[in-house]
């Protein structure tokens, strides 16, 4: 077993979902479970603890020297970066200098075909042996270089955190969870752009009496923590919209939360997890006529609704969860991958 430093951003400061529900943790969860000894280094955190202003940027300088030091203390077999952006490259390869056997990996679950995502992960493939990100196929191109290992990372399941089981209601206080914020925000949609204040409207006027929880639009506050945990167990319904939804695999890691907590998922077929998933897993659609379709059948249908979702909860768990996305990141890092042992698609091949 390991030794892994894992810096990321642990800091309960983190918006949106809430630092609990974060990527970084349960990929800690993972390989502590599968046997390994971690460590975790907040690096925004310690940033702001290391300069008397209490301000990120002016301890930019500090959180480096003392990642150098904490790697020279507990001597890791893997350095493991989640989008550690305080860490310059300069100090991973002195730490390299000083730790020749270590790896480091980094991991990056924002859109991979945003220009300022691939500049920041672009600026460390001089000191990585391995580059993971939550995007799949020819949308990788742009971080593709000869002999540098890159792939996808799913976003991971953890039992312990999506504890919801919605699944096993027929009668919940809502229809649709709606948590986009930002009603002007635009998103690609079933091959055309959307604005989210505008989406809801479109379905709301295609199922009449829908009961949707919203969080951040039309006066409602944004979700985090338990208030969110408690909307992701009382909501039937969810839909899968990242920035792009045209991009194969690209999601955001709001998909896990609904699927892990037993939501039933609507899911735009471009996104490519109809590979993975059935039509009695996850309710894919093409057109927002189809959208509004198959959200009505849903929420008419409780014991339709209840094993769809069921089945969906079952099949995410058993193929994305946390340890067996750790397990998947350490045989990338080591160099003991089989790419026969995941259903994804693991090491892109730059084609």
């Not at 300069?51 to 507990?74: M, P, S, W, Y």
Request: contains cysteine.
């Amino acid at each position: 077993m390991a030794k892994v430093i894992h810096v990321a951003n642990f800091s309960p400061k983190t918006k949106g979902s809430s630092f609990f529900h974060a990527p970084a943790v349960k990929l800690t969860n993972g390989l502590i479970r599968n046997g390994h000894a971690v460590v975790t280094f907040s690096d925004r955190d310690v940033a702001r603890a290391s300069t008397i202003f209490g301000h990120r940027k002016f301890g930019i300088r500090g959180a480096n020297d003392k990642l150098r030091d904490l790697c020279r203390e507990v001597q890791p077999h893997l350095l493991l970066l989640g989008h550690a952006d305080v860490i310059r490259p300069g100090t991973i390869a002195d730490i390299r200098r000083d730790i020749p056997h270590m790896r480091v990996v980094q991991w990056n679950v924002d859109a991979g075909f945003e220009a300022d995502n691939i500049r920041r992960i672009s600026s460390k493939f001089e000191v990585v042996d391995a580059t993971l990100v939550s995007t799949a196929g020819k949308a990788l191109m742009p971080l593709w270089r000869p002999g540098k290992v890159l792939g996808f990372l799913p976003n991971a399941v953890d039992y312990s955190i999506e504890s919801g089981r919605a699944h096993e209601h027929a009668n919940l206080p809502y229809d649709l969870l709606y948590g986009f914020g930002n009603p002007w925000l635009a998103r690609n949609i079933a091959g055309q752009d959307h604005r989210m204040g505008d989406l809801i409207e479109i379905i709301e006027r295609g199922v009449p009496g829908l009961r949707v929880r919203f969080a951040g639009m039309r006066g409602s506050p944004y979700l985090r923590s338990a208030n969110y945990e408690e909307a992701l167990a009382t909501s039937a319904c969810g839909i899968n919209i990242g920035r792009r939804n045209d991009v194969y695999l690209y999601a955001s890691d709001r998909l896990t939360h609904m699927a892990g907590n037993g939501m039933a998922v609507l899911i735009d077929r471009a996104t490519g997890y109809g590979d993975f998933f059935s039509d009695k897993e996850f309710s894919f659609f093409a057109t927002i006529d189809e959208l509004i379709a198959n959200l009505q059948k849903l929420i008419a249908d409780h014991p339709y609704r209840q094993a769809l979702a069921a089945a969906g909860r079952a099949r995410y768990h058993a193929l994305f969860n946390e340890q067996i996305v750790a397990r998947y990141i350490m045989e990338v890092a080591f160099g003991t991958l089989r790419e026969s042992d995941y259903v994804w698609p693991t090491l892109f091949k730059g084609k």
